[in-house]
């Protein structure tokens, strides 16, 4: 429902607002894509290939998330006033932060390198890797994804249902379109694009799972 006046979108933005609508927006997407890869752990040896394809199209969803993350994490701990004003996040989701994203970078690129290595690769280090990984990324995610989830609904699709200009209420709460909307939902579907890209790109090579 959309209020029946245009309104200009802010010319000075906070950037604090801008970086939780593309983290908001980005995190959405990869709770729904990391939600069909878990499915396909139900039975991983028929469903590796898909696994492999998925993990594969969340890669540059996933860059995109740490880079929205890692920008607000230097500029608070830089003294960048508008992030110092908005506050950490509480305690325990600041001391599980970095263990999401190193366990999220592990995960991903053990991932990548069994995905390139074969099934002749399972047995190796990347294995071992990708499964302890996994657990710690897990555990710590769950707990990331329950304390951040309360603000998905500020924030994820602010961008998109402000995209005509007009002033939205959704989920309870009033979204205002603010400058560089376009690029936020730009660079979310270039990472869709490029992830469908990367996929197309290493599907000979992941197919090779296929006999595993």
Known sequence: MYYPKRVKPRSHVD????SARLTGFAGLGLLIGLFFEGLTLLSIRHF?????????????????KLGSVSFRFISYYTGN??????????????????IVVVSTIVLFGSGIWLAFGGPSSYNSLASGLHKGSFVIWFGAMAIHVVGHISELPKTALSDWLTRTGKIAIAFGREHVPIKGASARLALVVTSFALGIFLVLATLKGASAWGSF
């Open 15 to 18: 950037p604090v607002v801008a």
């Open 48 to 64: 590796v290939v898909l696994h492999i394809i998925i993990g594969l199209f969340l890669i540059p969803l996933t860059l995109v």
């Open 81 to 98: 006033q508008r992030f110092k004003n908005a506050g950490p996040p509480v305690a325990l989701l600041r001391f599980i932060g970095p």
